[in-house]
């Protein structure tokens, strides 16, 4: 078949066969309404590490792909996206399964569309490479040998996601597993203090996390109790309160900022109507999530943070490991509200050398309830 380029329709991001096909590429950001396609390809709908790291970027690039890219879909057009993962919360990852864990095969994504998953890592990790490599083997071996990739491999990060396209490495990298000490009986003689971190959409978004906190006499912190759901204000109030309640924490701290203009006035009714009382203070909010969670992280590596043992701290710990390219990191916003107070010796810190409350009769002596950890 004599098919050529057809004359006056060549230009290198938009040409013509003779045939009557086209041909159309743009940026993802840039704008494709106007125009159908029988095949859509997306390759790289995120740029880089600056890019991915910015929830803006993320979100205007997700909706770029529903809203702009599907929609300009013909009717059963097949679509390709390739791309390096960046962050857990890119487009791929807000396709995949919650549970994907870089395997290659159809899977049901959460967009409702059928997905053919070829996940190729510069070295083997799984038995079920669609190549049939042995684990360890790597990506074309006469040019890259295992040896060629050790110098890449320093960095855990940068190797995870965009050598073996799984951005959240398991051991972690701004948080380490083996930093975390477990308990299944928190000490005596804690102070003990509540951090939040609010979410503002109830409807599936950020979580809103309350974390109960103790910190013993040599200043090594103890999570050991907590509260973490996608809910209205009125209801997290509710189990912020009822955490108040149970604990008797000196001292609840939030970051400052819209939320707290938002929130507070309710907060503090609520808490008089119930008769639920506790110092609050609100933190400034300054630089990024990272450099806000360097105390927490300090402390974690000196093995000066230690989380409950069972489901709900396993759950705590995969959170900060993988920080900061996780879809969710209201854990980490909530840890590094404690490490932030105890670096800056906020004033409402009290040693915890302290006289305890005094306890009545109906306090519960129990180390670990069920009652220590809820999630909706």
């Not at 477990?182 to 309350?210: C, I, N, Q």
Request: charged share 30%; aromatic share 10%; proline share 6%.
């Amino acid at each position: 078949m004599d098919v050529q380029i057809q004359s006056g329709q060549a230009a290198a991001d938009e040409w013509a066969l003779t045939n009557g096909s086209e041909y159309m590429a743009g940026g993802l950001l840039s704008g494709l309404t106007g125009n159908r396609a029988g095949l859509g390809i997306i390759d790289d709908p995120i740029k880089g590490r600056e890019a991915a790291e910015s929830q803006l970027i993320r979100d205007k690039t997700w909706d770029a792909y529903t809203d702009d890219f599907c929609s300009r879909l013909t009717p059963g057009a097949p679509q390709v996206m390739i791309l390096t993962r960046w962050h857990q919360d890119d487009p791929a990852g807000r396709i995949l399964p919650e549970d994907w864990a870089g395997e290659s095969g159809v899977f049901e994504g959460r967009d409702g569309r059928t997905w053919h998953v070829i996940c190729l890592p510069a070295i083997c990790d799984r038995e079920d490479d669609p190549l049939g490599r042995q684990i360890g083997e790597t990506l074309w071996p006469q040019w890259f040998s295992l040896e060629h990739w050790k110098p890449f491999q320093r960095n855990r990060r940068t190797w995870s996601s965009l050598y073996q396209q799984k951005p959240s490495p398991d051991e972690g990298t701004y948080f380490q597993r083996d930093w975390f000490k477990r308990h299944t009986e928190r000490p005596k003689d804690l102070a003990v203090y509540g951090t939040s971190d609010y979410a503002v959409t109830d409807d599936g978004g950020d979580y809103t996390v309350h974390r109960v906190w103790g910190v013993d006499p040599e200043g090594a912190i103890y999570l050991i109790g907590g509260w973490r759901g996608q809910t209205a204000s009125n209801v997290w109030i509710e189990e912020k309160l009822n955490l108040i309640e149970r604990f008797k924490p000196f001292c609840w701290f939030g970051e400052g900022g819209v939320i707290q203009k938002a929130i507070e006035p309710m907060l503090t009714r609520r808490m008089r109507e119930r008769r639920v009382y506790c110092r609050v203070e609100w933190v400034s909010s300054i630089h990024d999530k990272p450099t806000r969670a360097r105390g927490f992280q300090a402390r974690a590596s000196m093995g000066m943070v230690s989380l409950p043992a069972g489901p709900d701290g396993d759950a705590v710990l995969d959170e900060y490991l993988r920080f900061p390219a996780g879809k969710h990191d209201d854990e980490v916003d909530c840890a590094s509200l404690i490490g932030r107070v105890l670096d800056e010796a906020h004033p409402a810190l009290v040693s915890a050398a302290a006289k305890p409350p005094k306890r009545d009769r109906w306090d519960s002596d129990d180390d670990e309830t069920d009652e220590d950890f809820k999630t909706k």
